[in-house]
């Protein structure tokens, strides 16, 4: 599983119901009709992410895909058809955004995480003994690993999302966010 990541932020002249409201709309819309290898979406709020808005109020869009071959599809579907006047109007909100992909290295994708964490490859570290390090811990956790895939993000290299908090062991350092489910709605 891949997931395409979505940074974004709203204009200082538009309020964040209404910002929320335009990015239901178009996941609600992207989900009524999804495209070739579409998994799920899911949309957060958080603050402090020095890669999203200078670290203020931003929102953090996770699009999952089964292949890397279902991107173009999505990429097309976002703005054609039904999806493409909730696109137009939330995408007119925004005052900027920055994206990545990242590939499920571990555990299983939350369909809401209210947490992640993420953080670099301890020095040293092989990718093997990061991985046994990290399996007791995203096995409790129900947790899902996320590493950033062929580069392409402005984060470090690894997330743990999950719906309760976690403790990462030593010698992990992360960088710890809360988030605030915008889609999907409670209860679906």
């Known amino acids: ?11 200082g002249d538009v309020v964040a119901s ?6 239901r709309r178009f996941h ?3 989900r009524a009709a999804p ?5 799920r979406s899911h949309s957060v709020a958080l603050r402090g992410a020095p890669w999203a808005a200078a670290g203020g109020e931003a929102y953090e869009d996770w699009y999952l895909v089964d292949v890397s071959a279902a991107l173009d599809p999505l990429n097309s579907a976002a703005i054609t058809a039904s999806r493409a006047a909730p696109h137009d109007a939330a995408a007119a909100l925004a005052a900027g955004g920055a ?16 947490h992640a964490q993420w953080f670099g490859k301890p020095s040293g570290m092989s990718y093997a003994a990061l991985d046994a390090a990290l399996a007791d811990v995203l096995e409790r956790g129900k947790a899902a690993l996320w590493m950033r895939y062929m580069v392409l993000g402005p984060t470090p290299e ?7 908090p976690l403790k990462l062991p030593t010698p992990f350092t992360a960088t710890a966010f809360e ?3 915008v889609w999907p709605p409670t209860g679906t």
């Open 99 to 114: 994206a990545g992909l990242y590939a499920l290295r571990a555990g299983r994708a939350p369909d809401t995480p209210r």
């Open 35 to 39: 495209s070739s290898g579409f998994a």
């Open 179 to 181: 988030l605030r489910t």
């Open 158 to 164: 690894f997330c743990v999302q999950s719906v309760a």
């Open 28 to 30: 609600a819309a992207l």
């Open 1 to 11: 599983m891949l997931a395409y990541v979505f940074w974004h932020w709203r204009r």
């Open 18 to 23: 209404d910002y929320e409201h335009a990015q």
